[in-house]
């Protein structure tokens, strides 16, 4: 019989460094529920345990980091985050608006779409192997990025660069990443955890109270957010409202379900 138990994100130590990886790869590591609690507590876990220095975060596989919404879970009706309402506040993914101290490496196994950029874009490093990429895919089904990632990319790549891709919705390549500084660094598949963890074990030799101050300071965490994004969430709930109620919202996700072409009415 097939073990249908497993658990959808996975925690391992190594030294002072906590390995937490998104288990669903025969989902393409897509976001449900349980994924968003098992993150979000893993950060909780790695913030409150002194002995945590640092955190990687990767996808099970050797295909994706992690495909953004699990849509089909959507399409049976489950909702993508917990009922805990302190778990929803942590935002999508239970990382989306869920910043803190101790440092985290994005360590990247093939595509980062949607949602899965947008955890990207919350990492602070990034590793990523050279079958990685990067997209925000969004506006192709009348949809944007609301899990941070419409102001975010803006901040990490040159923002002719960023409003391309956000606009256009066309994804980019782990090589365009490092000559954009997106990600840290590009290596091998087989590399890539070895790179990440050195990187890693790296940060965490350092004081871990002057790094968990540097990251705070260099990112405005105050009291478990990051000041200043209080404006572009408002931002984010104002236009979401107004763009799901719209007909291209509904018809969007029917085209890519029927596999056609959309029909756009701006209404």
Request: charged fraction near 25%.
């Amino acid at each position: 019989m097939t073990d249908t138990a497993a658990p959808a994100v996975l925690t391992e130590r190594r030294g002072h460094v906590l390995i937490v990886t998104i288990n669903r790869p025969e989902a393409r590591n897509a976001v449900n529920a349980a994924v968003h609690a098992g993150i979000g507590t893993a950060l909780e876990e790695a913030e409150n345990d002194p002995e945590v220095r640092a955190v990687v975060i990767t996808g099970a596989g050797d295909k994706a980091f992690c495909a953004g919404a699990d849509l089909v879970a959507l399409s049976r009706g489950e909702n993508l985050a917990p009922d805990d309402k302190t778990q929803q506040a942590w935002g999508f993914g239970g990382y989306a608006a869920h910043p803190i101290s101790k440092p985290i490496i994005g360590a990247v196994n093939g595509f980062a779409f949607g949602g899965g950029c947008e955890l990207a874009l919350m990492c602070d490093l990034i590793v990523a192997a050279e079958n990685a990429q990067f997209g925000l895919p969004e506006v192709k089904v009348g949809l944007f990025a609301a899990a941070g990632g419409a102001f975010r990319i803006v901040k990490q790549l040159p923002q002719k660069l960023a409003m391309e891709h956000l606009l256009t919705g066309d994804p980019f390549d782990a090589a365009t990443a490092l000559r954009y500084g997106f990600a840290n660094r590009v290596v091998p598949l087989a590399e890539l955890m070895s790179t990440a963890l050195a990187l890693a074990e790296k940060i965490a030799g350092n004081a871990p109270l002057s790094v968990q101050a540097s990251k705070r300071v260099a990112l405005r965490i105050v009291d478990g957010a990051i000041a200043g994004d209080d404006a572009h969430w408002d931002d984010n709930r104002r236009e979401r409202t107004k763009l799901m109620a719209s007909e291209d919202a509904r018809e969007g996700p029917r085209a890519f379900a029927e596999k056609r072409k959309p029909e756009w009415k701006a209404r």
